[in-house]
């Protein structure tokens, strides 16, 4: 794992046993974070005893309508997440309806004129 914050590169390598059982959510209860070559498995809520964990294998730049199911299939991964089951049960229509939003959306964002917001003191 490597990422590069600004001047700084991080990188973790490693082999994980216990971790690497650890399943796919899009909607995870745990997080993980490096420290080297020691990595930690954080609950990300309060949890029943015996809840099976589950973390998203998915970087955020595919957490989105289009790229979580893309992403998931192509790893042969069928998600029972709430997104997942939603995202399956939708008509082409919908499907289409919910892309062009997402698409407005991220323009808007990126669009320093349309979004103008004052900041608030
Ligand atoms: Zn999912």
Not at 23 to 36: D, K, L, Q, Y
Request: aromatic fraction near 10%; charge should be negative.
């Amino acid at each position: 794992m490597e990422a590069d914050f600004g001047t700084h590169l991080l990188r973790s390598e490693g082999l994980w046993i216990m971790t690497s059982y650890i399943n796919h959510s899009c909607v995870p209860n745990v997080n993980r974070s490096f420290i080297g070559d020691f990595q930690i498995v954080r609950a990300t809520r309060d949890m029943a005893e015996d809840t099976e964990l589950k973390w998203s294998y998915l970087a955020p730049m595919y957490c989105n309508f289009e790229g979580i199911g893309r992403e998931l299939a192509r790893w042969h991964i069928n998600c029972d997440c709430a997104i997942c089951t939603e995202n399956r049960s939708l008509s082409e229509p919908t499907k289409k309806q919910r892309i062009k939003f997402l698409s407005d959306l991220t323009a808007a964002i990126a669009d320093p004129k349309i979004v103008d917001c004052e900041r608030v003191e």
